[in-house]
């Protein structure tokens, strides 16, 4: 491999990427498994990771001089590169003292770590499929990158240079059961295996095809991504932005149309967020195994010498608005939230009917689905505020699921309703010559003990005057706060 001129990745990207290939899968012809992978980035990047030798005077990279627009690209009417003129890279390329220069043109790929592509923002550009040229290129990423980015943008554009496309095999982008570096929804975050992240890595197995128009959620992309986390598109719903949302374990059931239920089959839907496109894309998604089909030579690797590369490259790489698009791994689920309207009272009791308002929110990947269950009647999903209207005490159960088919554990609240004044019980104490007032209630209930009168009126008990009496009145409220009212007379007011 070749060296970086300004801007140049980090040791730890470096590492990152001659890791995956060591560890890789492929298979030499001489039975060999893995590839040593030497990026010589400057005398004193590292040679031998193993042992942290630098390149020293092997090294025959430079550091260049910054600038800011390396080339001249093409856009279309909307501002989309287009295509990239390598022009100026080949002045870089085959100045004296330069690359070509070094005699390692047939053995080595070149490629140039820069602040920008023309003035363009893609994230790096690869020269040919396969090729032996590329350009990184992050600075509208972000000042500086993370090693993550760089280790992913790296990767990403060599694998152009070794034949693989942005759906391995093919053209097609995003496709949920093509899990690489090469998958923009994988370029940026890297992989998810076993619940480690930020893997970076081509694929390692040809998962299940699918066909979207025939989709089948309880089925995954195939065993073969047990524990591995995939990504798929879903179209701006119930105030979630459009988005490319993580799913744990691709070989689970997968909720592809973002409802909050794993269980549709046969129905169509757009899982690689393509449907846009002109001309009208294909509907069969096909699974690749990059490190199986690696072409190690390509461009003028293995040529025998310099061979002729295509000057002006077509350029379709990721930019700072496909990255917003790509959501990060959700694993925490919703929460979901009770508003009862009115409040109870401080007794919790309420004496009108009431609603129940659920709101749901996510972090990352927003809210799918809402249900609830009032008294065990069955669940339904939520669309608007719950009335509760019968007077009892009712139990309301909930739970919401994320567009990453997280499920929050489910909440409970009681509502208790009475409507229905208390009933007074009137008994004469004989011992005290008094007569005593209680209050009696079926639902809420009321405070024991008699209770003494709210006004107490002297009266004459007859028309000579001879005996005296008291209009007493009484007023019973039960813990809902529903009264009664009444007096000695038989005046009941409620």
Known sequence: ???????????????????????????????????????DAGPNSIMNFATNQTWGALSRARQLPEVTNLG?????????????????FDAIKNALGGFKSTGRTAIFRYAVSAHQISTASNSGVARAIPGSDFIVSLAKIGLPPTTNQEAGTFMHELGHNLGL??????????????????????QFPGLTRGGVANIYDYSNVALNTL??????????????????????????????????????????????????????KNFAFDVNGDDALSPPPTTTLTPFDDWKNLKLKGGSIGAGGEAQQPMVSTIIEMTPEDIKLVLPVDLAPPTTTAVVTPAPNAAGWNRTDVTVTLTATD???????????????????????????????????????????????????????????????????????EIVVTGRDALSGVNPGSIPPVSVTPENWTDFGSDAAEKRTYLISDRADNTLAFDDEGEVRR
């Open 1 to 39: 491999m070749i060296g970086f001129a300004s801007h140049a990745l980090t040791p730890a990207a470096i590492k990152t990427v001659v890791t995956a290939f060591a560890n890789s899968p492929f298979k030499s012809r001489n039975g060999s498994i893995g590839i040593n992978l030497h990026v």
């Open 72 to 88: 001249t690209a093409t856009f279309d009417s909307k501002g989309n590169l287009t295509s990239y003129n390598w022009t100026a």
């Open 165 to 186: 496309q942005h759906g391995g095999g093919d053209g097609v982008n995003n496709k949920p059961n093509y899990i690489s570096v090469m998958n923009y929804s994988f």
């Open 211 to 264: 066909d979207e128009t025939n989709l089948d959620e309880t089925t995954g992309v195939g065993a073969a991504a047990s524990g591995v986390a995939t990504s798929h598109w879903l179209p701006p719903a119930g105030g979630n932005p459009g988005a490319f949302v993580a799913v744990a374990d691709a070989s689970k059931p997968i909720d592809w149309n973002g409802n909050g239920v794993l269980a549709d």
């Open 363 to 433: 972090d990352i990947s927003g809210v799918a689905r809402t249900e609830y269950d009032l008294d065990g009647a069955g669940s339904s999903v939520v669309t608007g505020p719950i009335p509760i209207t019968t007077e009892g005490i009712h139990t309301l159960q909930f739970h919401s699921i994320d567009r990453s088919q997280n499920v929050e554990s489910t909440k409970q609240i009681v509502v208790s309703i009475d409507k229905t004044p208390p009933e007074a019980v009137i008994t004469y104490d004989p011992k005290a010559h």
